[in-house]
């Protein structure tokens, strides 16, 4: 079966990855791209059904629709979404509390997956620091967390160091915060360096993305995977089902 997806900020570096993506699936098809300003060349050789900058254009021809664009913009789009009954999916960072409640309350019209990374390797690392945490809980360590990404990164620390911060205090029971600090430089894609740090001895656990089509594979498989769900609230790690 071919899956159709809507792709939000088409034009954008993720957008034009996972618009590559798509192009290669077996299983999916590019349906259209929204875009803020028009016109916009297509990209790619799998040029869009419709090319828009309206979504009340796009949404109601798609299966499911991936969202990155703005963080401003993200809880207009899954309000939308949820109006035509489409799967929505973001990986749009920097989301404010407000937004997150919105992709909450529309998760019980749709299937919502909000994440802050798609890269499928990277659920690992989360069991990997959360376990660490939890098993340092009661040492003497101090934990930091390190992020670097390229120098047109708006938000620090990226929405990915929190998250592994929150698995973090899931495996210590809120013990120990993590330490923040980012780096924004040069064309860096994205690495984490997770720092344990005891007397005389540490332990770094490290996640480096060389290649951005690695979070655009992770976005599509995660949407394909989301369009074949009831409604309801997820996460990456329930991509791969890991509890």
Not at 13 to 26: K, L, N, V
Not at 60 to 74: G, S
Not at 174 to 185: I, V
């Amino acid at each position: 079966m071919i899956t159709t997806i809507g792709l939000i900020g088409y034009a954008g570096r993720m957008g034009q990855a996972i618009a590559r993506a798509i192009e290669t699936h077996p299983t999916a098809r590019l349906g259209g791209g929204l875009v803020r300003t028009l016109p916009v060349s297509p990209m790619g050789k799998d040029t869009p059904v419709i090319l828009t900058d309206k979504p009340e254009a796009l949404f109601p021809q798609c299966d499911v629709l991936i969202d990155f664009t703005h963080a401003n913009a993200t809880a207009s789009f899954a309000k939308l979404a949820a109006q035509y009954g489409k799967p929505f999916l973001s990986g749009t960072t920097g989301l404010d509390q407000e937004t997150l409640a919105t992709l909450r309350e529309v998760s019980a019209t749709i299937p919502v997956l909000h994440t802050t990374n798609t890269s499928l390797s990277l659920i690992v690392v989360k069991r990997m620091a959360k376990l660490a945490a939890k098993l340092l809980k009661d040492q003497d360590y101090d934990i930091a967390i390190h992020d670097k990404h390229h120098k047109w990164k708006k938000d620090a620390p990226s929405g990915t160091a929190l998250t592994l911060g929150q698995a973090i205090l899931e495996g210590n029971e809120g013990a120990k915060p993590p330490a923040y600090s980012s780096t924004r430089a040069g064309s860096i894609i994205g690495e984490h360096d997770i720092l344990f740090a005891g007397t005389g001895e540490s332990i770094t656990i490290a996640h480096e993305v060389t290649d951005r089509h690695v979070f655009a594979r992770g976005a599509v498989q995660a949407a394909l995977w989301l369009a074949m769900q009831k409604r309801g609230y997820y996460m990456m790690d329930d991509v791969l089902d890991v509890a």
